[in-house]
């Protein structure tokens, strides 16, 4: 039976990826697959039938897969009223992200892993044209006001200047929050690695160098809270509450013996390129394998969702 409302599905479209940033967790898959869009565009109706209502595209880099574009326009036209979004790192060609948009793309989302060449290079072992295509993209992005959000993990001791750096460009643009994320690694979901800064600690932070006009608390699909502040330049910015403590996002996190390590971020419905559904990327063991379903995906999918 349902007690919790399945309704935030993201949808690895590729694990391909141009870049190699330090930490990343490859969304749990480490082998190269990708999905064809007819099939994706299957299961992921499948799944909004069955009462998903937000579908977020991710990758590794989900630009690199060839039939995207496809992908987001069937599923705009079929699915008007789902928050169909990408997370990105912004190096595609601004016309990619056009095209994207215009096909229905409801918001983008860009991940910044380094304002400057050498944070940039360092954290992606990438080269400097990359960074400067980067930094191009993102002053056109937001110009032509196609970014929503942006996501920046800060690393204690590594890029707080680089944050800085970050904050106090974006205020010269409107309308665009920033999401300032805590360094995990799926290896160990431990907070207190060397690079950890807790929510309280980043707030500190940010109001010791630009002061903060007002600061409230932020509810996402599944009542997970932020901290949402606006910082003395004006920019809205939130900040991710990492441990979860207690929370249930599913039936089987209630019972769960790695609950205490849970963190925002692992806990997900997550449509994988091997064709599963994953709720969780600490354990493997609750996955739905939807290939011997050869196209009948809702029925199953539905009692997957009532159950889980």
């Not at 969304?27 to 990708?34: D, L, R, S």
């Not at 690199?64 to 699915?79: A, E, M, N, P």
């Not at 354990?283 to 739905?288: E, F, K, M």
């Amino acid at each position: 039976m349902r007690k919790h409302n399945i309704c935030y599905l993201r949808v690895i479209c590729t694990n391909a990826c141009n870049l190699n940033c330090d930490g990343c967790h490859k969304e749990g898959q480490n082998i190269y697959q990708e999905m064809p869009a007819a099939i994706l565009y299957e299961i992921i109706s499948a799944c909004v039938e069955a009462g998903i209502r937000k579908v977020k595209l991710i990758g590794g880099e989900p630009t690199l897969h060839g039939d995207v574009v496809t992908l987001v326009k069937k599923l705009s036209r079929k699915f008007p009223y789902i928050d169909l979004s990408m997370v990105s790192n912004g190096t595609a060609k601004v016309s990619c992200y056009e095209t994207l948009i215009e096909n229905g793309l409801k918001r983008l989302n860009i991940s910044v892993h380094g304002l400057n060449e050498q944070v940039f290079l360092k954290n992606t072992k990438s080269n400097g044209e990359t960074w400067q295509l980067m930094r191009n993209n993102l002053q056109q992005l937001l110009l032509r006001g196609y970014i929503n959000k942006i996501n920046y993990v800060i690393k204690r001791g590594v890029n707080e200047d680089d944050l800085y750096d970050l904050i106090d460009w974006l205020s010269n643009f409107s309308n665009i929050r920033l999401d300032v994320l805590n360094f995990l690694s799926l290896s160990s979901l431990k907070t207190d690695n060397q690079y950890y800064y807790s929510m309280k600690e980043i707030e500190h932070l940010l109001h010791k160098k630009y002061g903060v006009i007002r600061k409230g608390i932020h509810h996402n699909l599944y009542n997970i809270d932020s901290e949402n502040i606006v910082l003395g330049n004006g920019l809205n910015v939130n900040l991710k509450k990492n441990q979860l403590g207690n929370f249930s996002y599913m039936n089987i996190c209630e019972a769960c013996s790695q609950k205490h390590l849970c963190v925002e971020g692992v806990a997900a419905m997550r449509l994988t390129t091997d064709m599963k559904l994953q709720p969780c990327l600490i354990r493997a063991d609750h996955c739905l394998n939807l290939r011997p379903y050869n196209g009948n995906y809702e029925n199953a999918i539905r009692e997957y969702f009532n159950n889980i």
